[in-house]
């Protein structure tokens, strides 16, 4: 398995803000076939050095992360996030 993490700060970090990105993650569920896993988090701690939302999905090989790359379902995500997202910051490991 591939594990894939995504951390997002967004430029407006209201509650509705967040919620509705993470909705927006959260819709992936079920229409990316290669998607094994997902999960959205939204921080609880709020701190300074905190991240807004994190995305955790898993793959079964790096091809399928790399199917899920140019899913036109994840290209859509995709280009939601360049529009709210602030700063990313993402990890992939063989899990």
């Known amino acids: 398995m591939i594990t894939h993490i995504v951390m997002f ?9 967040i919620e509705r990105t993470a909705q927006v993650l959260r819709d992936m569920e079920g229409k990316i076939d290669e998607l094994k896993h997902l999960e ?13 939302i994190a995305l955790v999905t898993k793959f079964e090989s790096m091809e399928a992360l790399e199917a899920y790359q140019v899913h036109p379902v994840h290209k859509k995500v ?8 602030d700063a990313s910051a993402s990890v992939d490991y063989v899990s």
């Open 78 to 85: 995709i280009e939601h996030m360049s529009q709210v997202r």
């Open 40 to 52: 959205v988090g939204v921080d609880v701690l709020h701190s300074e050095r905190s991240y807004d």
């Open 9 to 17: 700060k967004l430029k407006d970090r209201s509650a509705e803000s």
